[in-house]
């Protein structure tokens, strides 16, 4: 997990080169229900397969990166993902609880883009780094990756703002509180609002 912490910061370094041109940009917006798979281990209650029943949510973040052409860059992000739960299911047994499923990641991203005359800039991006997943009362780091797919608008010389679309799939997190025991694999949908700055 280091290394990978470790090629995400170097994607940020890379926004001092001489030969790059460094930005950066803030994003946000709002995560798709979803149904976490999980495994359970609850001795006093039961065991077996089942999900967590979440809510739509929110995700907000940052990132450095450098434009190392006109058609590709490297960065450095990170990102806050959270969204509500309605419930555990595991099997024949039902669980009505309330908090929150969330995410923080750091990842170095690629983005390859196809910029037009018209200032309008289509692109897409992978990524790959860590999540602290936050689940019932515990939290785990974990190898996480990503997807990105998107449009951008240049108003300016320096200042572009676009739409995207994300996708994070984290590593099985594991939850436990010295007797009951949960594992989940998380992931998450959004769609967001991005505003970039040249420097």
Request: charged share 20%; with cysteine; glycine share 14%.
């Amino acid at each position: 997990m280091r290394h990978i912490m470790l090629a995400a910061a170097l994607c940020v370094t890379a926004a001092t080169s001489a030969h790059a041109d460094p930005y950066g940009k803030i994003f946000g917006g709002a995560t798709f229900p979803s149904d976490q798979d999980i495994t359970a281990d609850f001795p006093s209650i039961g065991s077996g397969a089942g999900e967590i029943d979440t809510k739509a949510g929110y995700l907000v973040g940052g990132a450095l990166g450098a434009d190392l052409s006109k058609f590709f860059a490297i960065e450095g992000e990170v990102a806050y993902r959270s969204k509500g739960v309605n419930g555990i299911i595991v099997e024949d047994f039902g669980l009505p609880i309330d908090g929150n499923i969330n995410a923080l990641s750091f990842m170095g991203n690629a983005i390859v883009k196809s910029p037009f005359e018209n200032g309008f800039t289509p692109y897409i991006g992978a990524g790959a780094g860590g999540a602290r997943v936050g689940g019932p009362g515990d939290h785990d780091l974990v190898f996480a990756w990503q997807g990105i797919g998107g449009v951008s608008k240049n108003l300016s010389q320096r200042i572009s703002a676009g739409v995207e679309y994300r996708y994070l799939d984290a590593a099985t997190s594991t939850f436990s509180d010295g007797v009951d025991t949960l594992e989940m694999e998380y992931d998450s949908h959004s769609i967001n609002l991005v505003l970039m700055r040249k420097f």
